[in-house]
Every structure is written in C-alpha cells, then in structure tokens.
C-alpha cells in the first residue's frame, strides 16, 4: 500500500512540475466571459444594422473584418508582454467586432427554417458542454497523449483554414461546393475546435503564468467562438441541402 501510495505521489508531482501557471484558466475565465458578452452585444448590433441600414453593412462588415485582423495581432502581441492595462481595451473592441462581423452568419440561421433561434441557442449550448467535458478529458490525458492531441489538433485546423481559404477563392468566381462538402466541411471543424477546447485546457497552464491571463483567455474565446461559428455552420448547412 505504501509503495502505491508513493507511486501516485510521484506522478502528482511530475505533473504539477510541468505546470508554469497552474491558476491561469481560473484567472482568464472572467476575462473570457466578459469577452463573450461584448461578443453578444456586437452581434446584436449588427443584426440591427441588417434589419434596420442593410445597404450599410457591407461595408461596415468589410473594415470591422480588417480592423479586427489588425487588433488581434497588436492585442495579442501586447498582452505576451504582460501589458494588461493596454491589452484589455485592446481586446474587449476586438471581441465587439468579433460579434459585428458574426452577425451575418446568426443573421442568416435566424432566417434558415429548422435553424432559427433554437439553433443559435443550441450552437451556444453545445459549447458550454464542451467547456465541461474538455476540462474532464484534459485531466486524464497523460503528457505524451496531450502533446499528440495538441499536434493533431494543430495540423487539422491549418488543414481546415487552406480549405476555406480555396472555398472562398471559388466563391469568389461564382463557384460554390455542394451541400454535402459544406456538411462535411463543418462537421470536421466542429471535431476539431472540440478537440481544440481540450488542447487549450492541457496547453495553456503549461504555456502561460497564473499572470498572463489574457492572452490565456484570448486563446480560449477564439476556440468557442470558432466552435459556435462551425456548430452554426453545419446546422445551417444540413438544413439547406437539396
């Protein structure tokens, strides 16, 4: 029994010792909460521009898209850097835009039938359920088995980001896959930003100080709101299909 004991005992500490920022998800989650609202607060806005000034939001999508691209990278670059007090107004218009520029896709399963509002809530839901169980999953992986899911997990979205970037270039021709690839296309990126949800939970105490909250919380709002996106996405798609 004692021998037991002591065996449990290391392997406690081995995996404590890998552990740079044992507290830093707990400190990045009031941070990535208050983010996901102003999410929702920017969403709500830009469905109120479709509805009300749609000739507008074209363009107001399109500069919110590039002013967004630019914040993420300054914010994030700030926040690494510990800069918290510049890093967090940085990142809460970010998170604003964020929900500007995804207000046409809830705009368009609000109108989807057998999508609607149910959907959006569904979608949403479906990623309070994967905080969850990602949080279980991560504390039964093993080292070797968490840095193989990370490593996965990474190939898979640089796949999946080519994937869209061609879909958008056909797109942009006046060339659209078919219904079954788009179902397919998006179930794969909800697996994978699942499997994203459990990567972050093992990585980010590994990678970050209890300190460095934001950038933590940072990495974790663009794992849910990606997995909501593509949650919408598949929903939208196999409620469409021919």
Same mark, same amino acid.
């Given at each position: 029994?004692?021998?037991?004991?002591?065996?449990?005992?290391?392997?406690?500490?081995?995996?404590?010792?890998?552990?740079?920022?044992?507290?830093?998800?707990?400190?990045?989650?009031?941070?990535?909460?208050?983010?996901?609202?102003?999410?929702?607060?920017?969403? %709500?806005?830009?469905?109120?521009?479709?509805?009300?000034?749609?000739?507008?939001?074209?363009?107001?999508?399109?500069?919110?898209?590039?002013?967004?691209?630019?914040?993420?990278?300054?914010?994030?670059?700030?926040?690494?850097?510990?800069?918290?007090?510049?890093?967090?107004?940085?990142?809460?218009? &970010?998170?604003?835009?964020?929900?500007?520029?995804?207000?046409?896709?809830?705009?368009?399963?609000?109108?989807? +039938?057998?999508?609607?509002?149910?959907?959006?809530?569904?979608?949403?839901?479906?990623?309070?359920?994967?905080?969850?169980?990602?949080?279980?999953?991560?504390?039964?992986?093993? +080292?070797?088995?968490?840095?193989?899911?990370?490593?996965?997990?990474?190939?898979?979205?640089?796949?999946?980001?080519?994937?869209?970037?061609?879909?958008?270039?056909?797109?942009? %021709?006046?060339? !659209?896959?078919?219904?079954?690839? +788009?179902?397919?296309?998006?179930?794969?990126?909800?697996?994978?930003?699942?499997?994203?949800?459990?990567?972050?939970?093992?990585?980010?105490?590994?990678? !970050?100080?209890?300190?460095? &909250?934001?950038?933590?919380?940072?990495?974790? &709002?663009?794992? &849910?709101?990606?997995?909501?996106?593509?949650?919408?996405?598949?929903?939208?798609?196999?409620?469409?299909?021919?």
């Amino acid at each position: 029994m004692s021998n037991t004991s002591n065996f449990r005992k290391a392997v406690q500490d081995a995996k404590s010792q890998a552990l740079i920022g044992p507290n830093v998800i707990a400190n990045a989650l009031p941070w990535l909460g208050g983010g996901l609202v102003l999410t929702a607060v920017g969403t %709500f806005g830009g469905l109120q521009v479709i509805q009300n000034n749609p000739q507008i939001f074209m363009p107001t999508f399109i500069g919110a898209i590039v002013l967004e691209l630019i914040l993420f990278f300054v914010a994030s670059s700030v926040a690494e850097k510990g800069n918290n007090g510049v890093a967090l107004p940085l990142l809460a218009t &970010y998170s604003l835009l964020s929900g500007y520029t995804l207000s046409g896709l809830v705009f368009l399963a609000l109108q989807t +039938e057998g999508v609607g509002i149910n959907g959006v809530g569904f979608a949403a839901l479906g990623c309070g359920v994967t905080f969850i169980g990602a949080n279980s999953i991560s504390s039964n992986l093993s +080292e070797q088995d968490g840095m193989a899911l990370t490593k996965t997990v990474q190939l898979g979205i640089i796949a999946l980001c080519i994937v869209l970037i061609g879909q958008l270039l056909l797109s942009l %021709f006046g060339i !659209y896959i078919p219904s079954f690839l +788009e179902v397919a296309i998006s179930a794969i990126g909800v697996l994978l930003f699942v499997g994203a949800a459990v990567v972050d939970f093992f990585v980010l105490p590994r990678s !970050y100080r209890d300190e460095q &909250y934001l950038p933590a919380a940072l990495s974790m &709002y663009l794992t &849910y709101i990606n997995l909501f996106v593509f949650i919408l996405r598949f929903l939208i798609a196999l409620n469409s299909r021919d």
